[in-house]
């Protein structure tokens, strides 16, 4: 059973930024992603990042998010920049063996405990 910790979590003001960091306890498979969890819109991806280090965002986290991962450490991130009230909620990082690397949380594994994002106006 693979085990997931994720940190980073916390408070900022509009425009500020946040690395979330999800260590895995063996290999990482072959697709991640990060997910964000609120009570109006339940949880929902933000971006993937398959096995050769190709990714993926949706529209509202393209070009404000960076999904990366350091194999050697077992270990995927998430950076936060350009922060708006609207990106508050609960961040979930998640795993799947196989491809591809859909932008469906119902098709993931793993998952990390959250960890919670918070942004002042």
């Known amino acids: 059973q693979v085990q997931v910790v994720e940190s980073g979590g916390g408070s900022v003001q509009t425009g500020g930024s946040l690395r979330l960091s999800c260590a895995f306890s063996?290999?990482?498979?072959?697709?991640l992603a990060w997910f964000r969890q609120t009570p109006g819109r339940g949880r929902e991806a933000l971006a993937t990042?398959?096995?050769?280090?190709?990714?993926r965002y949706v529209v509202s986290a393209k070009g404000r998010f960076t999904i990366s991962k350091d194999n050697a450490n077992n270990t995927l991130y998430l950076q936060l920049t350009s922060l708006k009230p609207e990106d508050t909620g609960a961040y979930y990082c998640?795993?799947?063996?196989?491809?591809?690397?859909?932008?469906?949380?119902?098709?993931?594994?793993?998952w990390g405990q959250g960890t919670q994002v918070t942004v002042s106006s």
């Open positions: 998640a795993a799947k063996q196989n491809p591809p690397c859909y932008m469906d949380s119902a098709m993931y594994d793993y």
């Open positions: 063996g290999p990482i498979n072959d697709c």
């Open positions: 990042i398959d096995v050769n280090g190709n990714d």
